[in-house]
């Protein structure tokens, strides 16, 4: 057995964690809206049509914001299109996936349904074919009382109260060919400002994210951020980025994606800085990490002109929730610039919940970790001291063998430890160091692993991968031996005693 230490101490505070960053993402995409959230006929649909199986599923999450529109979607959407009276919407062509947008769910219905999963919306606006002016009119039916022509129609259209939407992005992926009007980095700078303006001016209390590389891999990148920062630094509050992983064959690798995610983070906050210390700023630009997952993009099947089509319906493994949860201690240990990111997405459309139009709610394999720092992640990220031996990946060079997250909520009195273990062949044993945060109980401990990586749940088997709950070590004190299995994630809890 391999041997590993992992030392964390109550003086070495990281940041609090700001909760938005367990959030995720709803596109007019596949089947995230239509026969995913919103399905009037299925049984289990309240009056306004929202499923009540997977508002169920994804309270569970426990997911503090939610990305609406769009993605791809939204720089081709008017959102107009969507408001008023349902039997006069529009029947429309969406051009990011191809499918039919018949408007039976719009920024009303989604304020409604957010409130009913317990969230907020992260409202991003059309600057693809969209303009900065209907941009300002969106945020002025959302979030303007009373007395001019957009919030009238919102209170004419049965929403007396203003929807108050807090987060706003400044269109999406901007710098992609694949986006309806598809920008280079200084025609989006420039609109993104513009926009920003209009927007602050419209409600000055709300927060602006500008679009970031889409990717890694873009060509533009991180010169496309710098142009966009250096245009609207003083403009807008965060920058954003976007990351998927897919497996290609290489296991190491795949699995150390969470040590290729710190690498494009640091780059980002590098550049941020970079025109912080150019425009001589005091403000510290955070980091949106608006869209990430595991994606199989290159599996997916566009089916063109149809209504609610399955798309990107990816089926997770086992080993997708253990690059998923090695992924979070990444996005997590970066919580000082990461204030927000969402998981892309949460319904049907590369999802960890999958909705059968006539049945009922299949969690994937990447819900559970999900659900688990989401739930427990909270309060306050601390650094950790990891000695543990080192792989050669094919992809991303050199990486730890275990990712390693240690949160503690000082109001509960609870800590939260996590630990993905890379090893394909090793269990590790892991010596714990919890130090000066007083005697600390274990509370639980759970493991996902299993010898088929490629496990997944279905139908007919639903918890085929889920979390096994482990005998606790009952010692109450600040030192643990733990044993990781080889391929495995593991969420130890604690409690000060
Ligand atoms: O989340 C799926 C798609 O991925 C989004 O629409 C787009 O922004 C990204 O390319």
Redesign the pocket.
């Known amino acids: 057995m391999k041997k590993a230490k992992c030392i964390v101490n109550q003086h070495f505070k990281l940041a609090d964690i700001d909760e938005r960053i367990y959030g995720s ?1 709803i ?1 007019h ?1 596949g089947r995230a809206v239509y026969t995913g959230i919103y399905q009037p006929e299925h049984h289990s649909a309240d009056e306004q049509g929202f499923r009540q199986d997977v508002l169920e599923a994804i309270q569970s999450l426990n997911v503090p914001i939610v990305r609406y529109p ?5 720089s081709g959407y008017d959102w107009q299109d969507g408001i008023g009276p349902k039997s006069e919407r529009p029947t429309r062509l969406d051009y ?2 191809l499918s039919i947008e018949n408007n039976q769910f719009g920024i009303n219905e989604f304020a409604d349904w957010a409130a009913k999963a317990h969230t907020q919306g992260m409202i991003a606006v059309n600057l693809g074919s969209g303009t900065p002016q209907q941009a300002g009119y969106l945020a002025e039916y959302c979030n303007i009382d009373k007395g001019t022509y957009w919030s009238d129609k919102r209170r004419e259209h049965g929403y007396e109260q203003p929807h108050n939407f807090k987060v706003w992005c400044l269109g ?2 901007m710098d ?1 060919p ?2 309806t009007c598809a920008l280079s980095a200084q025609e989006y700078a420039n609109k993104a400002r513009e926009t920003a303006k209009i927007l602050k001016w419209v409600d000055p209390s709300i927060e602006l994210v500008a679009c970031g590389s ?2 890694k891999e873009m060509a533009t990148f991180p010169s496309w951020d710098r142009t966009v920062l250096e245009a609207c630094y003083e403009h807008v509050d965060y920058i954003s980025l ?1 990351r ?1 992983y897919e497996y290609e064959g290489d296991k190491l690798s795949f699995l150390a994606a969470f040590h290729d995610l710190n690498d494009f983070i640091h780059t980002i906050k590098a550049t941020a800085d970079y025109v912080k210390a150019e425009k001589r700023s005091d403000k510290v630009m955070m980091l949106s990490l608006d ?1 990430w ?1 595991v ?1 199989y ?1 290159k599996h997916m099947d566009t089916k063109r002109w149809q209504w609610a089509p399955a798309i ?1 319906e990816d089926v997770y493994s086992l080993m997708d929730a253990l690059v998923m949860g090695g992924l979070l201690t990444t996005i997590v240990n970066n919580a000082d610039r990461v204030k927000m990111a969402c998981l ?2 949460l319904v049907n ?2 999802a960890p919940i999958h909705t059968s139009a006539e049945g009922g709610v299949l969690k994937h394999a990447t819900y559970y970790p999900f659900m688990q720092v989401s739930n427990y992640g909270r309060g306050s990220v601390y650094k950790n001291i990891v000695l543990c031996d080192e792989v050669q990946t094919e992809k991303y060079g050199a990486a730890p063998q275990l990712a390693t997250l240690t949160t503690f909520d000082a109001d509960s009195g609870e800590m939260a430890f996590f630990v993905l273990n890379t090893d394909l062949d090793h269990d590790v044993e892991l010596e714990l160091r919890l130090e000066e945060f007083g005697a600390l109980k274990m509370i639980e401990r759970q493991v996902l692993t299993g010898d088929d990586l490629f496990a997944v749940n279905s139908f007919d088997a639903p918890n085929n991968v889920v979390p096994t709950t482990q005998e606790c070590i009952e010692h109450a004190g600040s030192q643990f031996s733990i044993t990781l299995p080889k391929t495995s994630w593991t969420m130890l809890r604690f409690r000060v005693v």
């Not at 769009?70 to 939204?74: E, I, L, M, S």
């Open positions: 993402f596109e995409m769009g993605g791809n979607f939204v990011a996936w999406n992926e992609g694949w986006q889409s990717s976007h998927y869209e997952n994606w993009i990107a892309a997405q459309a590369l």
